[in-house]
């Protein structure tokens, strides 16, 4: 059998172009979620400090999540210089695919997505969409456990076209199945870790979120008297490296 070569060239570092305009979008529902309100203040200090633009939206119905996603998307088609990046911050009850507006009414997840992909939102064709969702997946609690001490012809040129779903990254507060922690007076362990380190700390976006993950699994988050554990978890199609400061 012959040894398989390993090629010893770097892999290319190319990054996004982050020049342009920066827009966010936060909606969160606030009622019956104690703590929100920590969290909005959270986000639009980290916005504010990596020059984002954000319009914050509280208490939407199913209906008004899709119908801010439409605007946000009309914003960034028709701003007036190129725009370079877009987040989307979603907040509230949820189960796996779904939010629930404020209304009680559900909104599937993958429609809200559509809206920026590359097909339906030309001005970000290329450019990363970051997605942060801060609900619940399901009913399960992690308890924690105990741990001792090719196929296909791809062309190698740049190519002319790109696939519908690429340059975006969605980062759930939780796993598939399983609940999100939120506390009443300090806000979600999820959005304060991440935002704490985004504002202090460098890298390309998915070195941060390791670092996001690694604090959280490290925390141990205690729910009717039981220690629970929490980790977000992190789906990606960007293309280049997405440095944020």
Request: charged content about 30%; overall charge negative.
């Amino acid at each position: 059998m012959e040894e398989e070569m390993i090629d010893p060239r770097p892999l290319e570092e190319e990054a996004y172009d982050m020049s342009g305009a920066r827009l966010a979008l936060t909606l969160c529902v606030t009622k019956a979620r104690e703590g929100s309100e920590v969290d909005i203040s959270a986000l639009e200090h980290m916005f504010k400090q990596l020059r984002f633009e954000n319009t914050t939206k509280r208490d939407p119905t199913a209906q008004q999540f899709q119908e801010e996603l439409k605007n946000f998307q009309d914003v960034i088609d028709n701003w007036k210089e190129p725009v370079s990046c877009a987040f989307v911050v979603l907040m509230a009850h949820g189960e796996e695919g779904l939010l629930k507006g404020e209304d009680g009414k559900m909104v599937k997840l993958d429609d809200l997505f559509e809206t920026l992909n590359n097909k339906n939102c030309r001005a970000l064709r290329g450019k990363p969409k970051v997605y942060i969702v801060q609900a619940c997946r399901g009913e399960h609690r992690d308890l924690g456990e105990t741990i001792g001490g090719d196929e296909g012809d791809v062309t190698k040129d740049e190519p002319q076209t790109i696939p519908t779903y690429t340059d975006t990254l969605h980062v759930y507060s939780t796993v598939e199945g399983y609940l999100a922690y939120r506390h009443d007076e300090d806000g979600s362990t999820f959005i304060q870790t991440l935002t704490d380190v985004f504002c202090n700390r460098k890298g390309p976006i998915l070195q941060l979120l390791t670092e996001v993950t690694r604090r959280m699994a490290k925390a141990e988050l205690v729910q009717e008297g039981t220690a629970r554990k929490v980790n977000p978890e992190i789906q990606s199609t960007l293309r280049k490296r997405l440095y944020l400061q």
